[in-house]
């Protein structure tokens, strides 16, 4: 691939690379970050997988986040699911506001791909949230992950979508999922 088709994102330890077209940070979108300082989150990349029919939505959390664990771990599992069940929530609707045209749904699709414009049907949707996780704290994430799913299953499904994805850097890298690990 031609270096200028490709988008590079280094964030929180990871580089993740995906095709520039089929790709998007809705932190880079105006009428984003216009709703951003309401209360809006977002996640880090969304990219339309053309192997796959599916749009992909990542968030990254480095290494970092396990020292909340070590501080307090029940306020840093908590808020883990708040965090995380924010920007699923929010961004599913912002998805929902470009596939029904609001007035400010209509300025978030003009920076999205084409293929995101409208509900491609269930199962077309893959939301994940890459952790950083060293080996003694593998343990930690299926709690997370539960947690999170049990908050957010209704929400989800409404879209199409089983369950929020939560793995480490291993686990990516089995998915196929183009990211590397950067100092």
Known sequence: MDEKEIRHLTESG??????????????????????SGLGLKEMDIGWWDTANNKLILIELKGIEIW?????????????LVEALNGKVTDVLL????VWVKTGIGKEIGTDLPNHTH??????????IFLIDTPPSRQSLLLPVKDAI???????????????????NFDVARKMGLPVERRA
């Open 118 to 127: 409208q509900y491609r049907g269930d199962g077309s949707i893959k939301l």
């Open 67 to 79: 020292q909340g664990f070590d501080k307090a771990k029940d306020s840093a599992h908590k808020y």
């Open 94 to 97: 912002m998805l929902a506001a």
């Open 149 to 167: 799913n049990k908050a957010i299953a209704g929400r989800v499904r409404l879209f199409g979508i089983n369950h929020v994805t939560l793995i």
């Open 14 to 35: 990871f580089e993740i690379t995906v095709p520039t077209e089929n790709s998007f940070r809705f932190s880079e979108n105006s009428a984003y970050q216009r709703l």
